[in-house]
């Protein structure tokens, strides 16, 4: 910096300075200590129009005196600048929403204020877009809250206070679950813990003390920052889709219970015709006086017996209307399990028994007895399927992952496999391809149980190929059920 | 007039049970019998030699009733051959299907499970135009006209229903 400005350069200032004050793109006026404008510059004129011998009160807001309370006059009392949203009038009279920015002017460097430099902006669209905001952050169909590290309600909007009460300061576990403590799983937490976006399914208590099962969504209210200070929690209701989610559950349940009646039927009727047979046998024989007949007749009708003895306890065994008894249950164990159970009765068979698991799948709800019951069912299932292939080389698969939200097991095998027209039928009676061996209500059952636990069985198969059956749960289905059954 | 030792009928039924009985009963009634487990088998014992009479069970392993009986109208001769369904599904979605193809494509009646042996012999007499005692026609008539109600019966709407029997109450 030279020392000693020459007057050629102050005079060049000076010129730079006025163009300054003139284009800069916002209205700018000066005023002295009686409130009257002494210099503007042309956007300021262009603004507001004449300014000349006028008051600021006069030019900005149409008045006769001064505003009741005068940013200026603060000014010139203690030197502060001053930041001000207000609406004034436009040459022809059109209020709008201005930023006012006013700031001391001294002639002497350290002395009293000698006038007051104000900078004025228009921010009606600013204004008007912060109103629409408002509005939307109201009443759009979320309950939306900020809160703060310790988990304070710092804002809500008005859905939110409209379910659950005015409650800006209090603890959102409090306000949402009635709850003296921070709640298990809590995906605000998470967000807190590192900045991201979480979800979570949970139930809370309203205002008027109905309750409400939410699908929460939490973020960082300001995003990017190290350190997350306030987290934005938004909360759809799923109250009335839970309710029927849950109807259509006990709807799937109910169609089970009804193919297996009618299933139930055909599995009678092929007993009746082995009773008859044997009556038949029997009144032969003795009509005959044949000896080894009425035997005859006599070992059917035992048969017969049996089979009825064995269908009333798979049938009872099926129609327990239970819900499933779930526990976190590792899959992979329960696969484990089945797969001891199996694999010496399967290498007799000359068929290998392997496991394809995926590592440290998260645990699940599950009725283990009825999961267990599922794959034994299926298993044997397709041990059998191998035998009847007679390929070399035969062996079945159980395979746990999780896809898209649901927990998947497969048992799946190289076996005979199924033509398009029994595997229509697998599951709609007490279907059976084991001749006299099977009741037909192995898969029946299995679906069953799948369907209790909110999941479903899906199968693939090729005539000569093989065969696979997917059991597939979704995690949420399985969840909500947990929650009921606590 | 023609014996029955003449006539060769092939029992087909995936359940033992079933197929001793229903043999028992034609062998009784003096019919030459012989007998598969399943569709395959079936078509088997066709080819060896062509039966007068197939009893045939709709839902079996391997090679279904109706699969077999696909297989059979592709060989003229075969098509011919009366049939007599004797099946537990008459009535539910697993054998309505294929009961309708086989009733309206082939010659032949249905019985449904359990059935009783006189009725059984009866039907199969009928259906070979055998000749029967005044009793066994009686047995095959009321066969006949059930499964025939019954065809009827199960095809009809409930409004149908309900119709018919007003009209029957007012015949009381």
Redesign the interface.
Known sequence: MPKHKTEKSKALTQLLYDQFFQQAPFNVAIIDRDYNIIEANDNFTRYFGNWHNRKCFSVYKKQERPCSVCTQKEIFEDGRTRVVDTVVADKNSRWAHHVIQSAPLRLTPGGPVDYIVEITSVVTDTNQWQQEYNVLFDRVPCYITVIDEEYRIVRANESFRERFGDVLGQYCYKVYKRREKKCPRCPAARTFKDGKIHQSEQNGIGKDSRKIDYAVTTSPLVRGEERVAHVIEISTDVTKIKKLEKEVLEAERLAAVGQTV??L??SI??I???????K??IS?GLKKDDRSMID?GSD?LD??FDKTTTLVKDFLSFSKGRLPQLKMTDPNALVGEIVDLYKDIAAVSNIELKARLKPKISPAPLDPDAIHTCLTNLVSNALDACLMGQQKGSEVVITTRDEKGKLIFEVSDNGSGMDY?IKK?IF??F??????EGTGLGLLTTRKLVQEHGGKIVVESQKGKGSRFRMEFPRKRLEMLYRESE | MTDPAEKNILVVD?????R???K??LT?AGFTVRTA?DGLEALEEVKRQVPDLISLDL?M??K?G??FHRELTKNKAWAKIPIIIVT??AC???GKADLRELTMSGPGIYL??????DRYVAAVKQVLGLETSAEEKDLADQVELQSELKNLIDDADPETLRKMKDILKKKK
Not at chain 1, 272 to 278: D, F, K, Q, R, S
Not at chain 1, 431 to 436: A, N
């Open positions: 009618a299933g039927a055909h009727k092929n009746l015709m082995g009773l008859e047979g044997g038949y046998m032969l005859r059917m048969r017969n027209e039928k709609t009676t279907f059976t391809t084991k001749g006299g | 995936d359940e033992d049970d079933v001793d009985f229903l028992l009963a009784e487990s839902v392993p391997k279904s109706a699969k537990g599904h539910d979605d697993l449904e499970k359990p059935i009783k042996p």
